[in-house]
């Protein structure tokens, strides 16, 4: 068999033909003067092939930026209840459709959080990235304001624990670009918003981090943390723990991406301003990051060589987000061996490319739609709406490093599957006990 079919640019001269490219973000102009409407514009000609290194990181902040500029440019303007368009599942329960709005701002935040929190440049990238962060910032005061139609609730019914605890991992995620430059007024209503929610227990599951690690963003800033609420989480998901990289999900395993959503990522973050604070040892902190690190590697290999992953167990309207801890690693630059981060980027990248250019993935305003690839309502859980479906930011994460990083500049490489698929070398694989 002739091996060449491996090369880059013939499998994505393949995947042009089956689909169009994503088009590119109109850039006429800086973005701080172009209508938010005009930002979304997207061009007629595709962007680069995946796996060029030099073009897969403006294909990823292009991308990142038309996913979540409905959300911050709204939310800015005080529009974002009058202008998102909100489809709920067709086997939607009883909450009220308004967490919709506060599941879209804490998910996009945590997705966007350490892009904005890299320093300003003059590059095209740059002008979009202030935009993004100065957007956000002026929706955090608008949406935290008494007096303001966005408004978010936090005190009925129990979604909020959940999107709390994503705006409070933003928050963690880029202290100095969305929690410090915000106003005293502002930041005290978000803590008064966060200390709400204890009259409010969460459920017995991956929910217990989401109480976790809205205490730990509070001892953050200096306030007294609920250290019930603080230490349940982290201790029962250890007691969960099932062994090679997988938590459960409340006593039982739950074979689906929760583990990436959640736990992961929450648990790692959550033990390391702890152990900061001396609530925790270091050694409880290495232990979450190996196996976050080992979960990671099954990420990584889960991803097919076309660059698909599998559509298991619920959420999987979260797209991308599905990939979150194998993202989160990448922006630690804590990758287990042999993971090379540019294999990771080419990964990412096809399946980015062919999540994200489909028909019906977003509606003519913008807005992500309800579906996994494609426009898909009946695909949705009875818990997801518009609002829900912003978690796909976060395998976007490894944005927050600097553009010559490794991950970025290095030449793309084959990932595990298209190794193996096509015949070379790859690593084995082996079970751990930690």
């Known amino acids: 068999m002739d091996p060449s079919y491996l090369r880059f640019d013939l499998l994505d001269q393949i995947a042009m033909e089956r689909r169009k490219f994503l088009g590119a973000i109109s850039l006429m102009g800086l973005a701080g003067t172009i209508p938010p409407a005009s930002l979304l514009a997207v061009e007629k000609k595709p962007f680069e092939l995946a796996g060029m290194a030099g073009n897969d990181r403006e294909y990823w902040w292009r991308l990142l930026y038309k996913i979540a500029n409905p959300v911050t440019a709204n939310l800015a303007e005080g529009s974002l209840k009058k202008n998102m368009r909100v489809e709920k599942s067709p086997s939607f329960d009883s909450r009220s459709i308004h967490v919709t709005y506060l599941e879209a701002v804490g998910r996009t ?156 990522p929450m648990m790692v973050d959550t033990l390391k301003v702890m152990v900061d604070h001396g609530m925790a040892t270091s050694k409880e902190y290495e232990l979450a990051l190996s196996r976050m690190g080992r979960y990671a590697i099954g990420q990584e290999r889960m991803i097919s060589p076309e660059g698909t992953f599998p559509p298991i167990g619920r959420s999987i309207t979260y797209r991308t987000g599905a990939l979150q801890a194998l993202s989160q690693i990448a922006l630690m630059e804590q990758l287990p061996t042999p993971i090379k981060p540019a294999q990771v980027r080419a990964a990412l990248t096809l399946v980015k490319k062919n999540m994200y250019d489909v028909d019906g993935t977003f509606d003519e305003n913008g807005w992500l739609q309800l579906g996994f690839v494609g426009h898909d309502p009946d695909i949705a859980d009875y818990y997801t709406s518009t609002g829900s479906l912003y978690m796909a930011t976060l395998s976007f994460l490894p944005l927050g490093l600097p553009a010559t990083n490794e991950f970025w500049v290095a030449p793309a490489e084959d990932w595990t599957a298209r190794k193996a698929w096509g015949g070379e070398k790859f690593a084995k694989d082996y079970h751990v006990d930690y």
């Not at 209503?189 to 929610?197: E, H, P």
């Open 109 to 264: 935040f945590a997705g966007i959080a350490p892009w904005l929190a890299l320093p300003d440049d003059d590059t095209k990238e740059g002008v979009f990235r202030k935009k993004m962060r100065t957007d956000a910032l002026s929706g955090l005061t608008r949406c935290f304001d008494p007096a303001s139609s966005d408004q978010l609730n936090f005190k009925t019914d129990y979604q909020p624990i959940v999107d709390a605890a994503y705006l409070a991992h933003a928050f963690l995620r880029a202290p100095k670009a969305l929690w410090e430059p915000l106003d005293s007024a502002t930041k005290e209503r978000i803590i008064a918003s966060f200390k709400s929610l204890r009259n409010r227990k969460p459920f017995n599951s991956n929910w217990l981090l989401f109480g976790s690690i809205s205490e730990v963003f509070l001892l953050s800033v200096g306030q007294e943390p609920d250290t019930e609420r603080l230490n349940k989480g982290v201790k029962k998901l250890n007691e969960w723990y099932k062994g090679d990289g997988c938590y459960g999900d409340g006593p039982n395993l739950a074979f689906d991406y929760y583990n990436s959503f959640v736990i992961h």
